[in-house]
């Protein structure tokens, strides 16, 4: 997981340990799913995207440490 | 953390090591939120919460292993 993360990296921020919030187009979202698809063992692993859309900003909440990233459009985890 | 992951999984599912995906109106997502708030070291410990919506099953995309968990409304992570 750590080319995935690799990957993620390139295109947002990385929020927790598994967890990356990216901002991309309709567009460049499909291209980074499918470089994700091809690096992950699909028997093994598995990736969760979360589409928060335009709005994004409303739709993310932060408590605790590391105040809140500028996160837009879609999430990868 | 790990009293964190307890309290989500009475509201839904963990889908990955720190992320859990919960089923929860409004008034019980505050209640929750509060309830994660008082255990963790906000100094130390970050949350995470991406409200995804009663539209939430066209925002959530998974490939790999485990297929789709049937999540509902609000992401905990």
Redo the contacts between chains.
């Keep these: 997981m750590r080319q995935v993360a690799k990957q993620c990296v390139n295109y947002g921020q990385r ?5 990356f919030e990216c901002v991309l187009d309709a567009a460049k979202f499909r291209e980074v ?1 499918h470089k ?2 091809k690096i ?14 335009n709005n994004y900003k ?9 105040a ?1 990233f500028d996160v837009e459009d879609t ?1 990868i ?1």
């Design positions: 929020v927790q340990n598994s967890v799913q994700l698809e992950i063992d699909v028997e093994k692993d598995s990736l969760r995207f979360y589409l928060l859309g409303n739709k993310v909440e932060h408590i605790g440490a590391k809140s999430l985890i």
